[in-house]
Structures are given as C-alpha cells and as structure tokens.
C-alpha cells in the first residue's frame, strides 16, 4: 500500500498518511480534509522549507496543476 506525503492548507502540518481503498486522508492535527498531496520523492524539500501552501507544490515546475490549483 502506498504512503502519501500531505500538507494541511488550513493548519501547514505535513503528514505521512497511508492510503487503503477509497480512504480520505485527514489532517491529524486539526481534522481537516483541504490537503495538499506531495510527492514523497521531493519530501525533502518540502520538509526543510515551511512555506506557505501556494508555494509549496512540487509536483509541478509551472503553468496548470491539479494539486496546487493554479
Ligand atoms: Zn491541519
């Protein structure tokens, strides 16, 4: 089963969530489901930076993205 890499838009805390069928990842801190999905392969970058969550997408250089919603 995969882990996904999250980071909470409303609170910022970033968290390993471990998907089953259908589950919806929840923030652990503060319940909320308005996440950002990260890629665990650029975690590092995500973790030793605590931008604000506009500017903290990775999976995308630029132009439209489904993740960060630009
Ligand atoms: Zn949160």
Do not use: W
């Not at 882990?3 to 838009?9: A, H, T, V, W």
């Not at 652990?28 to 903290?56: A, I, Q, W, Y």
């Amino acid at each position: 089963m995969p882990i996904f890499e999250y980071k909470c838009r409303h609170c910022g805390k970033v968290f390993e969530y471990l998907i089953r069928q259908n589950e919806v990842p929840v923030c652990p801190e503060c319940s909320s489901r308005d996440l950002t999905k990260l890629l665990s392969m650029f975690s590092s970058n995500v973790k030793t930076g605590s931008r604000g969550p506009s500017s903290s997408c990775t999976t995308c250089s630029g132009g439209a993205c489904s993740t960060c919603r630009r």
